[in-house]
């Protein structure tokens, strides 16, 4: 079963890794952002090593995206962001596991102080999630 894990974070001030710009990360000691960092890195391997992580990648600023809309019959294109609301897709995952549950503890693994992680089944080509 394929899953996204969406990262999504707030873009001021917007950089990568996002965590380094939130307040609850940056109330850690370096201690625990280091063992944090070791934890991700492990859990990347792991993923990596089963086969599970089929991709991802960091989005650039929100700032710099381009939104294609429909107005009046009409194709409009302005300047992002999409939604002025205060969180942004900061980067995404491609993951394929063999359960729900298992999707759910990669996803834990991703999330951390003051982040906000979504899980969502990747579509199949008949319309349910596979």
């Known amino acids: 079963m394929k899953y996204v894990i969406l990262i999504q974070s707030n873009p001021q001030p917007w950089g990568h890794p996002t965590s380094d710009y939130l307040p609850a990360y940056q109330d850690q000691t370096q201690e625990e952002r280091d063992r944090g960092n070791a934890d991700f890195d492990a859990m990347l391997r792991q993923l990596s090593e089963r086969g599970e992580l089929l991709g991802g990648e960091a989005l650039g600023d929100p700032a710099t995206s381009r939104l294609f809309r429909w107005a009046d019959g009409e194709r409009v294109i302005t300047d992002g ?25 990669v996803a834990t693994a991703f999330s951390g102080p003051g982040e906000t992680v979504e899980l969502r089944p990747a579509m199949g080509g008949g319309g349910d999630a596979d």
Do not use: C, M, N, T
């Open 81 to 105: 962001p999409y939604a002025e609301g205060k969180e942004h897709l900061a980067g995404f995952f491609l993951i394929d596991v063999e359960s729900q549950e298992r999707a759910e503890e």
